[in-house]
């Protein structure tokens, strides 16, 4: 095979793929093993892709952290958050850190922040000064603001439509009317720009395509759904 292929066959797959703009290459085979609905983020100060837990068939929470350094994986032998899976990862530039927030736990949704720093992991904040517990939800670093941006994110019985400012110590939530609720969206900063872009999502059973953009201040939709 020359990509990596999720319905070529029913076999759970552990192997680690490379994109260098023009084609897919398989480049390992260790590492973390296999694995879903995990997280994964790029780390400009260490050089190194971090990846912290998921799930692994049949739905055994992971609580290991991993770094990619574009040769090898390795296993940070710290003590970590508790395990988890659907949680999200985002590069804080201002921090120089990684951020994570939610996902499924052990005992239900997750709503604590923690924070990376290449060497230990940190919790920052509970659920009682920040967004409710849930996952799904969609992270992204706002650089021309030096804050992350979170929106959305499904619950214990529906989605959110809430957007959420993390500046580095605190949450703040922005009363601004955005792209409705969602969950499984995507998110990504623009830095030519300076914009949060976010596409897509899914919500009571529809599928979005509609973008929308974040200027620190508001939500406007660019393309319809």
Do not use: C
């Not at 849930?134 to 804050?147: K, V």
């Not at 949060?196 to 939709?221: C, I, K, M, N, S």
């Amino acid at each position: 095979s020359t990509h990596p292929d999720p319905d070529a066959d029913p076999i759970p797959h552990g192997d680690t793929w490379e994109w260098d703009g023009r084609a897919w290459s398989r480049v390992a085979e260790g590492g973390p093993g296999v694995r879903d609905h995990t997280a994964m983020v790029y780390d400009p100060d260490r050089g190194v892709v971090v990846l912290y837990g998921g799930a692994r068939p049949p739905q055994v929470l992971l609580d290991d952290t991993w770094t990619w350094d574009g040769e090898s994986w390795t296993q940070v032998d710290v003590p970590g958050p508790p395990a988890r899976a659907t949680h999200r990862l985002v590069w804080d530039a201002g921090r120089k850190s990684v951020i994570m927030f939610g996902g499924w736990g052990a005992e239900g949704l997750l709503a604590h922040t923690w924070s990376w720093d290449g060497r230990v992991w940190s919790q920052s904040v509970g659920t009682a000064a920040g967004p409710s517990p849930r996952f799904a939800t969609r992270l992204a670093y706002d650089a021309a603001r030096d804050e992350t941006v979170l929106y959305g994110g499904r619950g214990d019985s529906d989605d959110f439509a809430d957007t959420w400012i993390w500046d580095g110590s605190s949450w703040s939530e922005r009363a601004v009317e955005g792209p409705g609720p969602l969950n499984v969206h995507e998110m990504a900063y623009d830095p030519r720009r300076e914009r949060v872009v976010l596409f897509g999502g899914f919500h009571a059973g529809e599928r979005y395509a509609g973008v929308w953009e974040w200027d620190g201040e508001t939500w406007d939709q660019m393309l319809p759904d």
